[in-house]
């Protein structure tokens, strides 16, 4: 879902269905049995997913947050999105697929997000009815007639690097902090997304998606605190990063697979203010470590 839910005009030409119910709560004096305002999430529709929509994901996660609360949602209400994906077809299963994960996931929990379910891993790998040549959408793995794993899909190693790399595993609080990118194309579009976390073992946490599909970005990275202080990276930094480089998928239907079809790549580095990050085209990076003090 991307837009308000409309229904007909009532008396007063409202026709919002959430800001109708919403006002019909308050009228009978029952809004405070609303303990949480839970929505599904499918930005795209149709069988063919170009490749620029996955400029789209933040705007629209954005937007239809919004939406719920212009709708008179009252603020602290628990927002949920309990089923989402990419649809898309053929999309879900290629790179495309890690990307919108790790943009949409992220970007739901940067405009206030209380809880976001992937929908669905189910163990099967059935052709897209609607799609002429769409085998695999939705899920994480590619099976055969027995339901024997053959191959991870993107979206596996995706949630991976959402929940096991930028994410520490386990139940301690991490912090997340509002981040911004300056990269940007010819039309405008941001092609760089940043997720920023300071996680419960000490490290800050930084996710880029590069979603420039045919280039890498050298970018440089700034943290400024509450005074307006900048510090940097400083020492050792992990690099963890799934592109196209490691994942391709070949659409055909029942033949369909990914070739290459590797794990996220790792390596390290030593930063410094000046350090340069190289994103690689269609990507997915986690950059992991400590920073210098405040200047």
């Known amino acids: ?30 809004i405070q049995d609303l303990a949480f305002m839970s929505f599904e999430h499918y930005p795209y529709d149709g069988c063919e997913t170009p490749w620029k929509n996955l400029y789209q994901e933040p705007e629209l996660i954005t937007h239809i947050m919004k939406v719920w609360r212009d709708d008179g949602l009252p603020p602290g209400t628990p927002l949920l999105d309990t089923e989402t994906n990419d649809h898309g077809g053929e999309a879900a299963v290629d790179i495309f697929g890690a990307l919108w994960l790790a943009d949409s996931f992220a970007g739901f929990l940067s405009v206030g997000g209380d809880s976001t379910h992937y929908y669905h891993d189910l163990p099967y790998s059935p052709p897209h009815p609607a799609c002429a040549n769409s085998w695999g959408t939705y899920h994480m793995f590619m099976v055969d007639e027995h339901y024997k794993i053959k191959q991870r899909t993107a979206q596996f190693y995706g949630a991976q690097m959402i929940t096991q790399e930028w994410a520490q595993p386990g139940n301690a609080e ?35 998606i590069n979603k420039d599909h045919e280039s890498a970005h050298a970018i440089s990275i700034s943290f400024r605190n509450g005074e307006e202080k900048t510090q940097s990276f400083a020492g050792p930094v992990a ?8 994942y391709e998928w070949h659409a055909d239907r029942k033949r369909g697979h990914a070739d290459p079809d590797h794990p996220p790549a790792r390596s390290a580095l030593t930063a410094d203010p000046h350090t340069l990050y190289n994103l690689p085209a269609a990507s997915l990076t986690v950059l992991r470590g400590k920073l210098s003090a405040a200047e």
């Open 174 to 208: 991490h912090r997340q902090f509002l981040a911004s990118s300056d990269v940007r194309d010819s039309e405008g579009n941001i092609l760089v997304t940043a997720y920023a976390l300071q996680r419960p073992d000490g490290q800050w946490s930084l996710m880029l």
């Open 239 to 246: 690099v963890i990063t799934f592109g196209k480089a490691q």
């Open 1 to 30: 879902m991307t837009e308000d839910i409309k229904v007909w005009p009532d008396a007063q030409g409202r026709t919002s269905w959430l800001g109708r119910f919403l006002d019909y709560l308050k009228a009978h004096d029952r």
